[in-house]
């Protein structure tokens, strides 16, 4: 059964900045676009950022672009993101997971248990 562990979330002032990871196991990782999404407390889950499998395409929610930095180390089975300037708005629990492709918008398997980033004013 494919693994997907997200870390690095916590509580952060508004403007302030942190770093998610993604452990993902039980598949070809390298094989697949990745993918980070977030849910906020009574919402829907959301896209938050792409990237394809060797890396060299990204794409990125409108919210989020020119604040949030995806990544990935395919040697290592592992996909980053760090987020900057972080707002009030970008609270939620944070998820990732492989895409069919980097426009996909949608995961491919079961969701992990997520890691909460809370921005506080």
């Known amino acids: 059964q494919v693994q997907l562990v997200e870390s690095g979330g916590g509580l952060v002032q508004a403007g302030g900045s942190l770093r998610l990871s993604c452990a993902a196991s039980?598949?070809?990782?390298?094989?697949?676009?990745m993918g980070w999404f977030r849910q906020a407390r009574g919402k829907a889950r959301e896209f938050v950022a792409a990237?394809?499998?060797?890396?060299?395409?990204?794409l990125y929610a409108d919210s989020v672009k020119g604040r949030f930095t995806i990544s990935r180390v395919n040697a290592l089975n592992t996909m980053y993101l760090q987020m900057n300037s972080l707002k009030p708005e970008d609270t939620a629990e944070y998820y990732c997971?492989?895409?069919?492709?980097?426009?996909?918008?949608?995961?491919?398997?079961?969701w992990g248990q997520g890691t909460q980033v809370t921005v506080s004013s």
């Open positions: 997971n492989a895409q069919a492709a980097v426009w996909s918008g949608s995961g491919l398997y079961d």
């Open positions: 039980r598949y070809t990782f390298s094989s697949y676009a």
């Open positions: 990237i394809s499998a060797n890396g060299g395409s990204t």
